[in-house]
């Protein structure tokens, strides 16, 4: 390779380095890098015993949060601005993002409803099922008494309408905004595997929903993801 070529090489290829939490959103981003085949670096962290992450991650960006990227001296958060993000910058001819206007509708509202209204319910969730596993054994009895009614009087129907708006969405398109793959499955990978996870529902009452998480799992970009992490889902 000649030095022009080479600088050309250098110049045009991205350096984003993905700093990534055990068990967290964070996957959405490999996944998306390697539907966009990037090129990128992982540096990776794990959560404390108290499931959070660990401080060094403020140093990257002040909240402490995960995912965050940097890319060149820019540094990213909030997976769906990353997802977008990136789509926008290097993705154009991937086709991660609707060029139709009803389609375009769906991959915007989709982003936003993942974390904006999915997500809280499913970290309360995960609040409250850590609360009970490390609750001293003096006090286990009341923990649980008022976990169990948060569960059944809040947390537990609005999965119910989570998962019923869902696969009546999934059950009138292939993916989540229009029958092409999208930046807005991407962002709905890790709290759709969550939310059947954390369900108790099984696969006849959301054939839909299932028949989506399992074609998810079957992209390559998806195994590829999975493997630099050293894992075989997301929801493992
Ligand atoms: N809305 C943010 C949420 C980021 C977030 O809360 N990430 C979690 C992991 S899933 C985290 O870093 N938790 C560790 C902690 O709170 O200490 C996003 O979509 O990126």
Redesign the pocket.
């Known amino acids: 390779m000649s030095d022009t070529e080479k600088k050309a090489t250098t110049s045009t290829s991205p350096s984003i380095v993905v700093y990534w939490?055990a068990d967290?959103?964070?996957d959405r981003i490999l996944l998306l890098l390697e539907e966009l085949e990037l090129p990128y670096v992982i540096e990776k962290f794990e959560?404390g015993p108290d499931k959070?992450?660990p401080a060094d991650?403020k140093k990257i960006h002040p909240l402490?949060?995960?995912?965050v990227i940097k890319d060149g001296d820019k540094v990213v958060?909030?997976?769906?601005f990353i997802i977008d993000y990136l789509i926008s910058k290097y993705g154009k001819e991937k086709h991660l993002k609707p060029t139709n206007e009803e389609d375009l509708f769906q991959y915007n509202y989709f982003l936003h409803y993942i974390?904006g209204s999915l997500?809280p319910i499913l970290v309360m969730k995960y609040i409250f099922l850590n609360l009970q596993k490390q609750a001293p054994w003096l006090v286990k009895p009341v923990v649980n008494g008022i976990c169990n009614k948060i569960d059944q009087l809040y947390l537990g129907p609005n999965i119910r309408t989570h998962l019923d708006f869902l696969e009546g969405e999934l059950k009138q398109r292939k993916w989540l905004a229009g029958e092409q793959f999208s930046g807005a499955d991407i962002q709905a990978s890790f709290a759709l595997e969550m939310l059947l996870k954390r369900s108790n529902t099984n696969e006849e009452n959301v054939p839909n929903l299932s028949r989506y998480v399992a074609a998810m799992r079957e992209r390559p970009a998806y195994k590829r993801a999975m493997e630099k992490v050293n894992k075989t889902c997301i929801a493992e």
């Open positions: 939490l967290s959103r964070a959560r959070l992450a991650l402490g949060k995960s995912p958060a909030e997976s769906g974390e997500m």
